[in-house]
């Protein structure tokens, strides 16, 4: 189950996520906890029996939500299923300047943590538009570590402008050591319509070339190697024991509900499914009487639109994202879920040239791409589709 939570205090200005800019004091979150348990109750009663794994609160900056009014949610959530992977994971996301009482969360039932560090560097985090600094950012990672939370994740952000591949390596270490159990580190990337994008597109925004974004993903995969971490997804590093399983969820193609404004999620019928997104009005979102009575197989007020993926079109979504990770895209696993074959002539070439070339590896039902080129994962992946 991923729940949105829409709202964040500023509006970063590289961010294309759905959230809106507001003072905590007025987001209505009463509301908005009685319209995803609304969402919730409607969704799952069309659904079957299903095995909830886990739980991520993502947004936005969900640390703005009332951790009473996320109790009831996660609770709701609990009762619906009857039937959970325990010890569940509960992933809440984080913004180190609305972190500052891990036990409070701990008691609603949320058990990992991933806090948006995205930079130690005050300049950067400036021109990030973020509003905390470094001490701030080294200081909730630590508070969450001394709170109790077992399962702590950072997310970093680097090819940012000006800045050096030692630097962002700098920044991986620094967290990694400080004992997190888990790392995200993405490329920063400049989206259209963001003010970053703007700013690119005028030229006053210069980011590094792509040799030096590549110098720096190797420097910042070294740096965490040479402590213990597993780098199990293109973006994502891992101490054992350690990986996301909510994540690890999504590259394997497993179903997820999606709750909240603005949410997507996607539900298997057999070998085909129904991926939804709900509206991103947030006013309209806030009906949770209109959630009992709304038709979940088309588009309405709720609902913005719902589109029914066939095996292919899956086959090609899981080896894209199959690809993403060190163990690889299970070509087995994938034809016995969809009930169709995954090898055609053209596959069976463009495999055979990747492997010549280095970019692939065949191993038993296995496809993989070798440590070093993971970096062009997109572009590999999309040359066997
Ligand atoms: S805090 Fe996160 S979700 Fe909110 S505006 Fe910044 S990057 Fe976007």
Known sequence: VYVHFPWCVRKCPYCDFLSVASDRADIPQRQYADSLIAELERRTAELGERVLTSIYIGGGTPSLFDPGELARVLSAVRRTFASCLEPLEVTLECNPNSFDNGRVWLD??????????????DDMLRMLGRLHDRAEA??????????????????????LPDEQPAQA????????????????????????????????????????????????????RDALAALGFEHYEVSNYSLPGQRSRHNMGYW????????????????????????????????????????????????????????????????????????????????????????????TKEREQAADKLARRGD??????????????????????????
């Open 360 to 385: 692939l590896e065949r191993e038993g039902s296995s496809l993989r791409i070798p440590e070093a080129q993971r970096i062009f994962t997109d572009g590999i992946s999309r040359t066997l589709m």
């Open 169 to 220: 390596a700098a920044h991986a270490r620094a967290v990694a050591e400080l004992g997190v159990g888990h790392v995200s580190a993405y490329n920063l990337t400049i989206e259209p319509g963001t003010p970053f994008g703007d700013a690119a597109q005028e030229g006053r925004l210069v980011v590094p070339d792509d040799v030096l974004v590549a110098e720096t993903y190797d420097a910042v």
């Open 108 to 121: 609603t039932g949320v058990n990992r943590v991933s806090i948006g560090v995205q930079s130690l560097d």
């Open 252 to 343: 394997l193609g497993h179903d997820y509900l999606g709750l909240g404004c603005g949410a997507y999620g996607t539900v298997s019928q057999a070998t085909s499914a129904v991926r939804y997104r709900n509206t991103s009005d947030v006013r309209r979102y806030l009906d949770h009487e209109g959630w009992r009575s709304t038709r979940l197989d088309t588009e309405g007020p709720l609902v913005a639109s719902v589109e029914e993926l066939d095996a292919e079109t899956l086959l090609r979504e899981r080896l894209m994202l199959g690809l993403r990770l060190a163990d690889g895209f299970d070509i087995e696993r994938v034809e016995r879920e969809l009930g169709i074959g995954f090898w």
């Open 138 to 159: 080294l200081g909730s990672l630590r508070h969450a570590i001394e709170s109790g939370f077992s399962r702590v994740s950072a997310d970093l952000l680097f090819g």
